[in-house]
Each structure stands twice: as C-alpha cells, then as structure tokens.
C-alpha cells in the first residue's frame, strides 16, 4: 500500500481548510451581521478589521422583528408543513412506484421507467409553465395543494428505491406469499423496514428540495398566507433601503434548520446512496 508523504498530506490539508474556509465563511458572515444594528452591517466593510468580524453593539433586534413584525411564525408553519408533507406522500409514492419496477413485470415498463428517468433530468424551468396552467385549472394555485403534489411524484425517489429493491432476493417474496401474506402486508411488513437507510436519503433529498425552493412557490402563490421562507426572503429590499439585519437572520435560520436535521442523518443518507448502485 502507497503511503502518502508528509508534504502532500500538508498540501491536502490546506486546500481542504481553503474550502472549508470559503464554505463557512459566508454564513459566519450572516450570523455576524444578524445580531448588528442595521447602519453597522457595511460601516465596518472597508477597510477589513477585527470590527467586521466583532459586532460592537450586540442586538437581536433582527429576529424579535421576524416574529413580530414579519410573521415569520406564519412562513415557517408553512415551510415545514409543505416539506414535510412532501416527504411523507413522496416516500409513500415513490417507494410503492419503485417496488412495481423492480418486482413485478408488465407490458412497457422499461418504457415507462425511462420516461421516470426523463423526469428528473429536466430542468423545473421547462416544465414551470405548463405545470402552472396545469395546476391553475385544478384550482389549487395559492394553496397547499399547489405546494406540495407537483413534488410529491419524484423521479430520482424512484430511481433509489428501485435500485435497492433489485438487491432484494425474489425468494424473499416468494416464501412471504407462500406463508399467504399480501403484496400491502409484504410492502409494509418486510420491504419497507429493510431500506431504512434509503429511506432517509429520499426523506432528505425531498425535505432540502422543498425547503429550498424558490421558484415554484414565487409562481404558485400569490397571497402572504402561503409564503414559504425562500420567497420570504425576497421581502426585505424596500423601494428606499435593504433590511440586510433581518434578511441575514432569516437567510441563517434558513441555512440552520436543514444543516440540523441532516448532521445526525448523513451516515445514513451515505449509506442510502451508495447502496444503491447501478444494476440491471
């Protein structure tokens, strides 16, 4: 086995503190900024002191106004609602959809898991249009319906799942159906409690999909009364001024819920993915 030598493990590890550096950086920044007075964001700018990093005056006047004066209580009851809502039917669809691919055979299925595969490759912004004719005359623009089941049905969901149902030995199924159970029993009772790690990667995948979207909530909503946080966001430059101490503390809230939920998790969503290679 080739050893690495000190100068390239010294080299290594200072490109990976650079990137790391420039990753954190930026949300230090906000975190910084968050707790300023609104005239002390950029008066420490220029040039660069230890004062741009250091708030002189310490103030979480930010996130009170949030809450009081911005309703953000409203926007992320929304937010969470809409994202988990989302993970719960996409995980109950794509599982169910997955497990046809990869267990049963009918005519045009590889056709069909093709179009699955097409699905995802898309850019939203092609389908954004139509998608919006589509769900205005269901009439469920400015409603949760409109948040949530244009993400419910998602293609790389599937494309997981079935990937990992095709490890899972056929007599396994067999010798369930042999016993008398039921394809709901065996779906619930022994395919599903198998790909927990999966499970987790397509929770994630659809939660941070639905936290983080912009555009479709911008298009599906008109009201405040279905904002979610990311089109929030958008609220704080005014005709006159940029609110940048609130819209900091909204961006840091933002940023910290998903790095909270998916710290604990990664070992999983690793384990997920790469469990799921390609097979035939």
């Known amino acids: 086995m080739e050893t690495v030598k000190p100068a390239s493990k010294t080299l290594l590890y200072l490109i ?10 930026p949300l230090f920044f906000a975190v ?39 309703n953000f209580g409203t926007i992320l009851f929304n937010t969470f609602f809409v994202s ?21 055979h009918f005519p045009g299925k590889n056709a069909l898991f093709g ?49 990992f149902f095709l490890d899972l030995p056929d007599a396994l199924i067999e010798s369930a159906r042999m016993d008398g159970a039921g394809w709901l029993r065996i779906y619930t009772g022994i395919i599903m409690p198998l790909c927990k790690p ?19 909530p911008l298009i599906a909503t008109r009201s405040k009364e279905y904002r979610v946080i990311q089109v929030a966001l958008s609220d704080f430059t005014t005709e006159h001024a940029t609110l940048w101490n609130e819209m900091f503390a909204l961006a840091v809230i933002a940023v910290i819920i998903p790095t909270v939920l998916l710290l604990p998790l990664q070992r999983f969503f690793i384990q997920g993915v790469s469990s799921t290679g390609i097979k035939e």
Do not use: C
């Open 198 to 216: 999966v499970t987790v990667s397509a929770g994630l995948m659809l939660f941070i999909s639905q936290w983080e979207s912009f555009m479709w």
């Open 32 to 70: 910084v900024s968050s707790v300023r007075p609104l005239n002390d964001i950029f008066k420490y700018v220029s040039p660069v002191t230890w004062k741009t990093f250091i708030p002189l005056e310490f103030t979480w006047e930010a996130y009170v106004n949030l809450f009081v004066e911005r």
């Open 115 to 163: 179009f699955v595969l097409l699905s995802f490759m898309i850019p939203f912004e092609v389908i954004a249009i139509p998608l919006y004719g589509l769900v205005d005359g269901l009439g469920w623009i400015d409603t949760y319906y409109g948040l949530i089941v244009p993400a419910v049905a998602n293609g790389l969901v599937i494309f997981l799942y079935r990937q």
């Open 84 to 104: 988990v809502t989302t993970v719960v039917f996409g995980i109950l669809l794509g599982s169910m959809g997955a497990f046809a691919f990869a267990k049963f």
């Open 16 to 25: 990976h503190a650079i990137i790391g550096f420039l990753v954190v950086f």
